[in-house]
Every structure is written in structure tokens, then in C-alpha cells.
């Protein structure tokens, strides 16, 4: 399927986008922007890829399709980040992991609007991040992160509520 590209969206001619052998699209809403640098893969399942508007990837920043992704609205990433919603599998001993293919789908990644993302952060398949949270530079998220929450480590852990949030 081809990608749909809305004409306010900018993305650097020194971006890296594949193109999908399975039929996955790259959705890029109005006014988002993809900065140089960033790699958008369509390796490891068949999930779309689907950036929001005024959303911003910075440099460095690597999107593998696997199980999906879904970026909302507003949402800041910062740079080399990586999103990786799939798994390669690895029970038997006697294959080598890399011909044993993926695991099953945790359900690919969710990020909803007005989400910030810090540098260096890496977001696996399953991860859910609700409106309004942060994600503190160098985290590991691969559940669920509540809204407006400020959240970081390796696992992600719950810090504090952002100002004003019930």
C-alpha cells in the first residue's frame, strides 16, 4: 500500500523510509515533521506506521514496523530514540534466534496526543502511552504509562504527576 503524506507534513530529504514488501503504510499527518536522520523500517510483522499532526521526530530517532505504531497528536520525540513493537523469538535452543522469526504481537505500540518522549529512550511493543505523560531521557517503556504521569528508568517507573494533572 502507499504511504499518504499530507502536503503540510516536512520530512528531511535526509530521512531514511523503506519501502514495505508487506503492505504496511506510512501515515504522516499535517504539519508533523521527520528530521534527518530518523529511519523508518518496515521489518518484523505487517503493522502501519502512523505519525500525528504537529508531531516531531528529531534526528537519530528508528521506527520498525513489526506489530505497529501509532503516534497522536502533539508528540515530541527526541533524538535517537528507538520503537521496536516486535520481538524476535528465542525458546529453542537448537535454532539459531535469528531464523526462529518473531513472537507473537503484544499489540504493537500506542502513543496518544501531547506525549514527550526523551532522548535515547527505547519504546517496545505492548507500550502504551497515555495523553499528557513524559518519558524521562534513556527510559525502556514496554507497558502501560498512565496520563500526564512523568515516568523514567530502565524500566520506565512512575516519578510524579506534571503540574495540574488530577
Known amino acids: 500500500m502507499p504511504s499518504e503524506i499530507a502536503s503540510g507534513a516536512r520530512i528531511s530529504p535526509l530521512a531514511l523510509i523503506e519501502e514495505s514488501t508487506r503492505g504496511s503504510r506510512l501515515v504522516v499527518a499535517d504539519k508533523a515533521f ?5 529511519a523508518i523500517k518496515f521489518v518484523g510483522g505487517s503493522g502501519d506506521i502512523v505519525i500525528g499532526e504537529e508531531s516531531y521526530l528529531n534526528a537519530g530517532t528508528v521506527l520498525y514496523s513489526g506489530n505497529g505504531i501509532t503516534l497522536g497528536k502533539y508528540v515530541m520525540v527526541a533524538s535517537n530514540c528507538t520503537f521496536a513493537p516486535t520481538n524476535h523469538a528465542f525458546e529453542r535452543r537448537d535454532v539459531p534466534m535469528i531464523r526462529q522469526r518473531f513472537m507473537p504481537s503484544r499489540g504493537g505500540i500506542l502513543v ?3 506525549v ?3 532522548a535515547n529512550s527505547v519504546i517496545l511493543d505492548g ?3 497515555r495523553r499528557g505523560c513524559i518519558v524521562g531521557a534513556n527510559s525502556v517503556v514496554s507497558g502501560e504509562l498512565a496520563p500526564f ?3 523514567f528508568g530502565a524500566p520506565a517507573r ?3 504527576w506534571r503540574p495540574g494533572a488530577p
Open 34 to 38: 521527520v528530521d534527518a536522520f530518523v
Open 112 to 114: 496518544e496526543d501531547d
Open 116 to 118: 514527550w518522549i526523551g
Open 127 to 129: 507500550a502504551i502511552l
Open 149 to 151: 504521569s512523568i515516568n
Open 158 to 160: 512512575f516519578v510524579k
